[in-house]
């Protein structure tokens, strides 16, 4: 065998025993996202519904309304954005 010689492809290399199998890359936080994407839009379906009571009622539309969309609005947004900066770091070893 010379220097030159090179092993088949599907030969993997004897001194690397971690290269024929890539680690498992799975996503992560996964739950966050769809926490902050659903609390966002229960906060955004408040808002609509607050915003259309009164052409619909004709009155103004009630308290619980106006506090859900103040609450679960901002807090499905701050979701969202721990879930990206958590997201951006790299995962420990």
Known sequence: MTSDARPPADDPDPWA???????????RRRGLF???????????????????TPFVLDRDAPTFLYLGAMVF??????????????GSRPPRV
């Open 17 to 27: 025993p971690h290269a024929a199998e890539p680690a498992p890359v799975r996503p």
């Open 34 to 52: 769809i926490a902050a994407l659903v609390v966002f839009a229960v906060g955004v379906v408040f808002t609509v519904l607050a915003a259309l």
């Open 73 to 86: 609005t901002p807090v499905g947004f701050l979701l969202g954005l721990l879930y990206a900066i958590l």
